[in-house]
């Protein structure tokens, strides 16, 4: 087993990019084994007996009676629709345990924090728990927090920072877990949206279309029942000849003219080179599009139409 390998920027910056060979990690992940530190994730807490009638009311996901052990995502959007903030969570019957992106930690529980008013319910932001996702076939720790993942055959587990990694698996890297989370098209906030997305954009992911008023509900309503979102996500199957991969946040183009904004990519282990980008609603799906002087063709993950998912997240 070679070293690990330690990210020196990037949004990942200081977790493992990978112990050797990124492509055989992401077979290892796919059959259920090995697990894959995501300690830069930051974890929060909800308690109180309000708990999730006053998350339903904040989010866009529909949370109340949300049955324990089930998982969810959910997002926080501005009063006009722009995503701020997701969730990842689960709720055990007392407490919801979730994460969010590196670094939004503070705002996020800061923000919930001052919408509880006279509600029962205390929001602390834990720095003592950490993420790690685990494959379907490597031991639980006891204790651990389990939820299901949205990537490969595996789940995610809150579990106290400090605990070691398990004895009957190999430690595998972010570089793995994220080429099959482009594989099957599931953005990351952040970077593969910005602050102008709105959820229609993405496939309203994370967002229930039945549910009472929320902040930023009407932009959503709004777009779906008129329906052609301004932009749309896209999966890109990049031209392989080139060995260097688009930046993120780099200018798209099609038809001579700029037509998006790429978002992660990664080298799959089927697919080849392929990544996520914010293009233009109306462009045709057949064009082909360049990036940093890389050409790419298109997978649509959006209909353009409604902004709803034209295949399943898996």
Same mark, same amino acid.
């Not at 698996?169 to 952040?190: M, S």
């Given at each position: 087993?070679?070293?690990?390998? *330690? ?5 990942? /910056?200081?977790?493992?990019?990978h112990v050797g060979n990124p492509v055989a990690e992401q077979r290892i992940m796919s059959d259920g084994g090995g697990w ?5 994730? !930051?974890?929060?807490? /909800?308690?109180?007996?309000?708990? =999730? ?22 997002? /926080? +959007? ?15 019957? !007392? ?33 003592? =728990? ?20 949205? *990537?490969?055959?595996?789940? !995610?587990? $809150? $579990? ?19 080429? +099959? ?9 952040? $970077? ?9 954009? $993405? ?16 932009? *959503? ?30 200018? /798209? ?54 902004? +709803?998912?034209?295949?399943? *997240?898996v």
């Amino acid at each position: 087993m070679a070293d690990p390998v *330690v990210l020196t920027d990037g949004p990942d /910056v200081g977790l493992v990019s990978h112990v050797g060979n990124p492509v055989a990690e992401q077979r290892i992940m796919s059959d259920g084994g090995g697990w894959v530190e995501l300690s830069n994730r !930051e974890v929060f807490t /909800v308690t109180g007996l309000d708990r =999730l009638g006053w998350l339903h009311s904040l989010t866009s996901q529909y949370l109340e009676g949300l049955e324990a052990g089930r998982t969810t995502t959910s997002l /926080v +959007l501005s009063p006009s629709g722009h995503i701020e903030h997701v969730i990842h969570g689960v709720d055990d019957g !007392e407490t919801f345990w979730g994460w969010t992106e590196p670094g939004r930690g503070s705002d996020l529980v800061a923000w919930l924090d001052s919408m509880r008013f006279m509600l029962r319910v205390e929001v602390a932001l834990r720095p003592d =728990l950490t993420v790690r996702w685990l494959g379907s076939k490597v031991a639980t720790p006891v204790g651990a927090v389990v939820l299901d993942s949205e *990537v490969a055959d595996g789940h !995610e587990v $809150i $579990i106290p920072v400090g605990v070691a990694g398990p004895d009957d698996a190999e430690q595998l890297g972010v570089l793995a877990w994220d080429a +099959l989370r482009i594989a099957a098209g599931i953005p990351r906030i952040g $970077i593969d949206t910005d602050q102008r997305t709105i959820p229609n954009e $993405i496939g309203l992911y994370g967002t229930h279309l039945n549910k009472g008023c929320y902040r930023g509900q009407e932009t *959503v309503a709004r777009v779906y029942n008129l329906g052609r979102p301004p932009r749309r996500l896209t999966m890109l199957q990049l031209d392989g000849s080139r060995a260097q991969l688009p930046a993120v946040g780099s200018e /798209v183009y099609g038809g001579g003219r700029r037509v998006g904004v790429m978002g992660s990519s990664a080298t799959h282990h089927v697919d080849g080179p392929i990544g996520l980008a914010l293009v233009r609603r109306s462009i045709d799906v057949t064009l082909e599009l360049e990036i940093d002087g890389i050409a790419a063709c298109q997978e649509p993950l959006v209909d353009p139409e409604v902004g +709803l998912h034209v295949r399943p *997240v898996v």
